[in-house]
């Protein structure tokens, strides 16, 4: 499946039905007067957060939405059917910007969600509505009032418990392919992670969800390497553990490589809660790890924890620090889960 993380698309609401021009014609009834139905009202536009979609690839190939208008009304005082509203499906964390994506017209961080973005234009009035003591048979009617109509963005934001950070190559792929289920492609070379990457971790009787977005490397928030566009995937998560490759010239710097390019970004992403680990410790000997460790912690000012995503070194222990970092899941949702695996008729994609 190919991954799309934003999109643009333009949304129109239907127009509501004309009313009806119509006289009441009956035996044996001189004068019927007028009879004619409203219009029905247009269809609305209709944003919904579905389980199961992590990407807005659909979008690129169907860009323009447009819900049905109201049907007219009739004779003896019937009114139009109404426009079937249109239900645009979106995966969960998508942000519905306006066209300039100054502002955010939409966020939706629950399955299930829904939000009436465009509303469908009322019917016209027919013209038995225009009927008076001085005017018993108009014919004047209303043309129906007409829809909304816009150009705006989606944007995915993949929703994480833990997002990795660091340098291409610090072994962030090979951490989430050893405690996840996820495939992400490993190699010798830099970004071999072109896109995000989320896995589901299952530890402790617990289960949290990781996220893996491409290497930072200096001069990111202008656009140098892949740049910092997939940094919107870990904006929500609630701890990031950053990944400092043991074998590298200088771990403190690179440390604080990434630590200024995620704050070139913005977002508050400084002031998450943050788990440095020392990766790829397997290739050096204790005292050479003791020392790495020593620096690194003097240029975080924090607990530094060695690990080998290639062997499992110290797994459990940066597991453990993600689970208590997380902190307890929400009762909430846990219910929700609860209902859906009892049978609720979830809705699928497939």
Known sequence: MHFLDQAKIYVRSGTGGPGAVSFRREKFIEYGGPDGGEGGKGGDIVFEAVPGLNTLIDFRYTQHFKAPRGKGGAGSNRTGAGGKDLVIRVPVGTQVLSEDREHVLADFTKAGEKVVFLRGGDGGRGNASYKTSTNRAPRQHGTGWPGEEMWVWLRLKLLADAGLVGLPNAGKST??????????????????????????????????????????????????????????????????????????????????????????????????????????????????????????????????????????????????????AIGQPDPVAEIADEEDEGGSGEWSPI
Do not use: M, W
């Open 175 to 324: 951490f989430i392919n050893s405690v996840t289920n996820a495939k992400a492609k490993v190699g010798d070379y830099p970004f071999t992670t072109t896109r995000p990457q989320l896995g589901v971790v299952r530890h402790r009787d617990r289960e949290f969800v990781v996220a893996d977005i491409p290497g930072l490397i200096e001069g990111a928030a202008e656009g140098a390497g892949i740049g910092d566009r997939f940094l919107g995937h870990i904006e929500r998560c609630k701890v990031l553990l950053h990944l400092v490759d043991a074998n590298g010239e200088d771990p403190a710097a690179a440390y604080r490589t990434v630590r200024d390019e995620l704050e070139n970004y913005g977002a508050g992403l400084t002031d998450k809660i943050e788990i440095i680990a020392l990766n790829k410790v397997d290739t050096l000997d204790d005292e050479l790890i003791e020392a790495l460790s020593a620096e690194l912690a003097a240029e975080s000012g924090a607990e530094v924890l060695p690990l080998s995503g290639a062997t499992g070194h110290g797994l459990d222990a940066v597991l453990d620090r993600l689970i208590t």
